[in-house]
């Protein structure tokens, strides 16, 4: 006997992908544009050609900047694995560990309320500015250029 979900979500993946088909056929540009990684234009302080660090310097700052990056994802997933559980917990001492919560001293701007009040009255759309840009680390094959006699 089969199961009742497996027959409500065989149409539904069936049409996703005719969907993606149709996509790809009447417009595939857009769907490449999706998947385009962006990148940032450079800070404005980035070192002069003068002051560039030697490239076993910059090779290792990116090699222990990927190893940091990687330890800090490990962390952030086991504390959120963790936080799932103590979330939900009462405050109190549980086996020696006491579980508590402290109100945030920071703030946030509320911008349901900022909007409410531009539009009130009349001063357009909320101004916004962009995050800072992310800066990520990739390793890549060196490049060996041959020499030419």
């Known amino acids: 006997m089969r199961h009742r979900g497996a027959r409500q979500t065989a149409p539904r993946r069936v049409f996703s992908i ?3 088909a149709v ?3 009447v417009s595939p540009a857009a769907l490449v544009r999706e998947q385009a ?3 940032a234009p450079d800070p404005t302080d980035v070192y002069a050609a003068d002051d560039m660090p030697a490239v076993e310097t910059i090779a290792a700052a990116a090699a222990e900047f990927e190893r940091s990056a990687d330890q800090a994802r ?3 997933r086991g ?3 963790a936080k799932k559980v103590l979330d939900k917990l009462p405050s109190g001492t549980y086996n020696g560990w006491k579980v508590f919560r402290t109100p945030s001293s920071r703030s946030t701007p509320d911008l349901a309320e900022i909007t409410r009040i531009f539009k ?3 001063l357009g759309k909320v101004p916004m500015r962009p995050c800072s840009p992310s800066l990520n680390v990739e390793r890549v ?3 060996v250029l041959a020499e030419v006699a």
Do not use: C, F, H, I
């Open 18 to 20: 005719l969907t993606a």
């Open 23 to 25: 996509r790809s056929v």
């Open 37 to 39: 990684p962006t990148t």
């Open 74 to 76: 490990r962390a952030d």
């Open 79 to 81: 504390k959120r694995a």
């Open 120 to 122: 009130a009255n009349g």
């Open 141 to 143: 094959e060196a490049l």
